[in-house]
């Protein structure tokens, strides 16, 4: 008999959460229905805005992954002075933190200036910001856009509604006019909606990318200060032999 009630009170629990998943379904789709036509572009501006955001987060993060093996693989070879083997892990690595110092140690190997090394590495970071910062202002755009078409879909919802009532008795302009607001209103709620994540993501985005473009600043630093401190390995020479 436990058992029996504990299986009913689980099944009516199930179906009052599905009731309750339904209604707020429903209550979704209504609100939708109830904006008019301009919530369609607003749903399309937010599908994009989510899209770019979160390639762009994946893309942060392999890069700031992929200059961290870089790095840790590159310092111990610099160390040493062995700047060859090191030009050959830049140059094979296809990560930003790479090209950067592969521009360096290209010049270096050239047998140029400490000058020289510093400003073909600042031209390889020149070269890695754009990509880093690629399509990251479009969220805080998209955002601007939904918030504008919300007060658009408003303001001609409410020109509708007043254009409606104005030949309906006095008795019912009021309810009609209170639901026609409530109706128009529905579009800047759903443009807030889309523009505040994408605003968000926006920030957090452009924090991150400002991050990864220190740390390659601060990279090329220490590159440069090893340049300066460590000597070049010699090649081993092979010993003469005694006459």
Do not use: C
């Amino acid at each position: 008999m436990m058992g029996m009630a504990l299986m009913t009170l689980a099944q009516t629990a199930a179906a009052g959460t599905s009731e309750e998943e339904l209604g707020m379904m429903m209550t979704i789709v209504k609100f939708f229905k109830e904006g008019g036509a301009f919530m369609y572009p607003i749903l399309i501006v937010m599908a994009i805005g989510i899209a770019i955001a979160v390639e762009r987060y994946i893309y942060l993060q392999l890069v700031k992954s992929k200059n961290q093996m870089v790095w840790k693989k590159l310092l111990p070879v610099l160390n040493k002075g062995d700047f060859r083997q090191a030009l050959n892990i830049a140059s094979n690595s296809n990560a930003a933190l790479g090209r950067i110092l592969a521009y360096g140690l290209s010049k270096f190997s050239q047998g140029k200036r400490h000058d020289d090394l510093e400003m073909a590495m600042e031209e390889g970071l020149m070269e890695v910001m754009p990509r880093l910062e690629k399509r990251t202002p479009y969220l805080a755009t998209f955002a601007n856009i939904a918030t504008l078409l919300g007060l658009l879909g408003t303001i001609l919802g409410l020109i509708s509604a007043f254009t409606a009532v104005a030949s309906v008795e006095p008795a019912e302009k009021a309810n009609l006019l209170s639901e026609s607001i409530s109706v128009a209103m529905n579009t800047t709620a759903f443009g807030l909606m889309a523009a505040i994540p994408l605003l968000l993501a926006f920030t957090f985005l452009q924090t991150k990318t400002t991050e990864i473009i220190d740390s390659l600043e601060m990279a090329s630093v220490k590159f440069v200060n090893v340049i300066r401190s460590a000597r070049p390995l010699e090649p081993k020479t092979r010993p003469t032999a005694q006459q």
